[in-house]
């Protein structure tokens, strides 16, 4: 059963930093890419950053560019995101997500995501 | 601003069919990129549901339905249930951007 669990939220200050983790169980983490996908309270899913599987390619979304900073550890099956920073805007529920991708789909997709971890960014 | 575009709500009573727009651009849908759909109940994360326009996961219902035409796809519900009650997300790739990108969500709600 594949399980993605998300820890490392809380409240931080702005211009603070905060690391993400997201433990992955029950598939071969090192053969696939990875994403995180954040919400704001009551707003709808805004992609974040993604990672390919061996972690030698990184993408960002602009409005976290230069500020956060996906990694992954393959030998313990664990995601990050390193968040610099931070800004009000970036309170948030922080999900990573499983990302396939599937022949003949050009897309790629995230078919399993974590529970979720919060993050407020407040004084 | 969303670059995906997504009605905020519909309704349907229960057994109806109700249908959510996704409409984009030249640049994503209209730019060949295969459209997903994700569910998202009220307070748990999101469930893949229909992925590359119109298929559907195992273990998803044929009362979920997708399609795409242009620069739009469509989710369809048939027969809804009321735990169908949930926000639905399109999602694509934008090209401009070089980003995934998500719809603003839609909110079905049974009657």
């Known amino acids: 059963e594949v399980q993605l669990l998300e820890s490392g939220g809380g409240l931080v200050q702005p211009g603070g930093s905060l690391r993400l983790s997201c433990a992955a169980s029950?598939?071969?983490?090192?053969?696939?890419?990875m994403s995180w996908v954040r919400q704001a309270p009551g707003k709808g899913l805004e992609w974040v950053s993604d990672?390919?599987?061996?972690?030698?390619?990184?993408y960002y979304a602009d409005s976290v560019k230069g500020r956060f900073t996906v990694s992954r550890d393959n030998s313990k099956n664990t995601l990050y995101l390193q968040m610099n920073s931070l800004r009000a805007e970036d309170t948030a529920v922080y999900y990573c997500?499983?990302?396939?991708?599937?022949?003949?789909?050009?897309?790629?997709?995230?078919?399993?995501w974590g529970q979720g971890t919060l993050v407020t960014v407040s004084s | 601003q969303s670059v995906l575009t997504q009605p905020p709500s519909v309704s349907g009573a229960p057994g109806q069919r109700v249908t959510i727009s996704c409409t984009g651009s030249?640049?994503?849908?209209?730019?060949?990129?295969?459209v997903h759909w994700y569910q998202q109940l009220p307070g748990t994360a999101p469930k893949l549901l229909i992925y590359?326009?119109?298929n559907r996961p195992s273990g998803v219902p044929d009362r979920f339905s997708g399609s795409k035409s242009g620069t739009s796809a469509s989710l369809a519900i048939t027969g809804l249930q009321a735990e169908d009650e949930a926000d639905y997300y399109c999602q694509s790739y934008d090209s401009s951007l070089s980003d995934s990108v998500f719809g603003g969500g839609t909110q079905l709600t049974v009657l």
């Open positions: 997500a499983k990302e396939i991708t599937i022949f003949g789909v050009t897309t790629p997709l995230n078919d399993y």
């Open positions: 029950g598939f071969t983490f090192s053969s696939y890419a």
């Open positions: 590359g326009n119109s």
């Open positions: 030249s640049s994503n849908i209209g730019a060949g990129y295969d």
């Open positions: 990672i390919s599987a061996g972690g030698g390619s990184t």
